[in-house]
């Protein structure tokens, strides 16, 4: 069967950087560190006014085509997820192949396009629609182009707030893939819940400490649901485990769970047992509440084992490397840490061609998904042509007054107009309204 994932992968960051222990921390009367140990985060990155989620992505797009000298005929389907649209009927995706259309030559008018809605987990099941479309032999040849991309912004003094980001990845899905094949296997977690959700809002009605909980409980039962399919996981045979992140200490979290999960029954609880005893069964307990003090007991003692602590700084730190930078982006998220980890083991000169990566995606209301990848020959070339670091290292900073104007520029129910921090440079941006209320865009050399 030939290999069908991810070709390529491109990130675009929203312009603008909100220091978040240096800036946020002291309007708030809080400690920095709050932010960076407790959240793990040290700055969320913003649109500047001119961009918006179109431009993002459209931007991510066109330097994931150039660097892959594509022209739109090679492009038989363009998804985007997001949970940021402006639109309820008209996608993203027709904006985004408008702003393509403009450098050029060609049209994207025979590709599929579509907009991908389930929170944060819409990026991954865009990257599953297409892998379906190719494995269907629909394709005629042709790769998908899989955009994730979110402006997440909470409304003013929301708890959220301080998790906030911008920022879009592009994807190119092709047979014979150069970074990853995905695994066939998959397993799903999935409730109706309201944890987190927008009932025609532009900010969301979030019960953040309720959130955590069901992303942990959904996301054990995708555990459990992929194990049924793939067999059983064992943590040392996984180079990198990239969670979604909304903030590096939600993954803190879901990665000891997983942990304790995948190592019950196996010789490492054996191992481990010598120093915090064995893992509590609920069936030896009498009531649910003995149980559940029993776990955040070994929790405790687990989280300071050198050998969980190992597994940790290899497998999990890796990924969030750059969301501690950018904050949430929502649907592009699970994607960024995925790079973030692969970014990291370029840099360290590793040698990961047929090791195997465990995805663990997440989006409120709730779904999670765990599928496995498999990285492929061409991965450092893919990985080391991203210009992140050289992205972040470009954003403007913004003082708070600069950061309460922007919310109010992004903010749908305020028009407000202010001077662009940055100057735009070979990108697409948003360039005023039409007559039946569409965005236009423009490209600027
Ligand atoms: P909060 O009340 O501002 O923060 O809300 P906190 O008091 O819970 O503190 C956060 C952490 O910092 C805690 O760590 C504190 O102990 C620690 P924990 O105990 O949980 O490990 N802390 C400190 N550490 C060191 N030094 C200090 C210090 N002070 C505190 N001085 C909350 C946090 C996550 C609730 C809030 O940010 C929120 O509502 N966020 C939005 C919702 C969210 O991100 N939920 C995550 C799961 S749901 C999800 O991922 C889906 C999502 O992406 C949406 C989608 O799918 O579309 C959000």
Not at 212 to 232: H, I, K, N, P
Request: net charge negative.
């Amino acid at each position: 069967m030939t290999a069908v994932g991810i070709d390529a992968v491109e990130i675009w960051t929203g312009n603008l950087k909100l220091d978040l222990p240096g800036t946020f921390a002291p309007q708030k009367g809080e400690d920095p560190e709050k932010y960076t140990k407790g959240l793990g985060l040290n700055a969320s990155s913003f649109p500047d006014s001119y961009e918006d989620i179109v431009t993002m992505a459209a931007n991510a797009a066109h330097r994931l085509m150039e660097r892959k000298g594509l022209e739109p005929d090679d492009i038989g389907r363009i998804d985007v997820a997001t949970e940021s649209a402006f639109d309820n009927s008209k996608p993203v995706s027709t904006y985004v192949a408008g702003c393509l259309e403009q450098v050029y030559d060609g049209d994207f008018h025979h590709a599929n396009k579509g907009e991908r809605k389930f929170a944060c987990i819409a990026g991954t099941q865009s990257l599953d629609d297409a892998y379906n479309w190719i494995r269907a032999g629909r394709n005629r040849g042709r790769a998908a182009l899989v955009i994730a991309t979110d402006t997440a912004l909470y409304a003013r003094g929301d708890a959220g707030e301080a998790t906030q980001g911008a920022g879009a990845v592009a994807m190119l899905i092709d047979e014979d893939p150069n970074l990853v094949e995905l695994s066939t296997e998959q397993g799903y977690g999935s409730a109706d819940e309201t944890d987190f959700l927008k009932p025609n809002q532009q900010f969301p009605s979030v019960d953040g400490k309720r959130s955590v909980q069901v992303y942990l409980a959904r996301m054990r039962e995708a555990l459990e649901d992929f194990e049924s399919v793939a067999g059983d996981v064992h943590p040392d045979d996984v180079v990198f485990a990239p969670f979604h992140t909304p903030f590096p200490g939600m993954v803190r979290k879901a990665a000891m769970l997983a942990y304790r999960h995948v190592t019950r029954d196996t010789a490492v609880e054996d191992e481990l047992a010598e120093e915090i005893g064995r893992q509590p069964r609920a069936e030896a307990f009498d009531d649910d509440e003995a149980f559940r003090e029993a776990v955040r007991e070994y929790m405790d003692g687990l989280k300071r084992t050198e050998r969980y602590q190992e597994w940790y700084a290899e497998t999990i730190d890796p990924t969030l490397t750059i969301s501690r930078e950018v904050g949430n982006w929502y649907t592009g998220s699970v994607h960024v840490a995925r790079a973030s980890a692969l970014k990291y083991a370029l840099e360290e000169g590793r040698d990961l061609v047929g090791e195997t990566i465990l995805v663990g995606s997440y989006g409120s209301g709730a779904q999670a998904e765990i599928h496995a990848e498999t990285i492929r020959e061409g991965w450092e070339e893919e990985i080391g042509a991203l210009n992140v670091d050289e992205q972040l290292e470009d954003r403007y900073e913004m003082s708070w007054e600069d950061y309460e104007e922007i919310h109010d520029v992004h903010n749908h129910e305020m028009d407000v107009d202010v001077q662009e921090f940055t100057t735009p440079e070979s990108e697409f941006v948003f360039d005023g309204w039409g007559r039946m209320g569409e965005r236009k865009y423009r490209y600027v050399e």
